[in-house]
């Protein structure tokens, strides 16, 4: 079992950078792929990036790669989104979620635990 529990959303203005935290509780933290994926209004959730357990393998949506950075510290049981130079078009709520397998997933079906989401929007 996992719980997850996302920080770090907030305001910030086209071209601006926020960092995404993470927090998981729980044993297997370290055997667990993590991901993040968002929902903006009136659209499905959608995959934004995500890191094997070790943190040797990542992988983005074309949307966000070269803009957004996923890592992990596995001591401190926690996974980070650095995301820079924003556009409005990324608002949405963002959602920290774990994987039972340690091997890098887009599917949203495939991730077992949830976050409640933080709010990310950028103004224009």
């Known amino acids: 079992q996992v719980q997850v529990v996302e920080s770090g959303g907030g305001l910030v203005q086209a071209g601006g950078s926020l960092r995404l935290s993470c927090a998981a509780s729980g044993r297997t933290f370290r055997s667990n792929c993590m991901g993040w994926f968002r929902q903006a209004p009136g659209k499905e959730r959608e995959f934004v990036a995500a890191?094997?357990?070790?943190?040797?393998?990542?992988t983005y949506a074309d949307s966000v790669k070269g803009r957004f950075t996923i890592s992990r510290d596995n001591a401190k049981n926690s996974m980070y989104l650095q995301m820079n130079s924003l556009k409005p078009e990324d608002t949405a709520v963002y959602y920290c979620?774990?994987?039972?397998?340690?091997?890098?997933?887009?599917?949203?079906?495939?991730?077992?635990?949830w976050g409640q989401g933080t709010q990310v929007t950028v103004s224009s």
């Open positions: 979620a774990a994987r039972s397998s340690g091997i890098v997933s887009t599917t949203p079906n495939e991730y077992a635990y």
């Open positions: 890191i094997s357990r070790s943190g040797g393998s990542s």
